[in-house]
């Protein structure tokens, strides 16, 4: 597609607000989903730490 200036390409023929809804969206779930894996990580990490914690402490005794 060939457009004359910015705001065509933006438009694009009258389908951009639709376009742009869907790459927004997109864009929102794979950040989302980002946050949400390195928060799920860190609660397994702290979860496995915590039971290594307690499994040497009842080894100990």
């Known amino acids: 597609m060939n457009w004359e200036s910015i705001t065509d390409f933006f438009v694009m023929n009258g389908h951009g607000y639709y376009v742009w809804w869907a790459y927004g969206i997109l ?35």
């Open 27 to 61: 864009a929102a779930t794979v950040i989302y989903e980002i946050f949400s894996l390195r928060a799920r990580r860190a609660r397994i990490c702290r979860r496995l730490y915590r039971e290594a914690r307690a499994a040497k402490s009842t080894l100990e005794m």
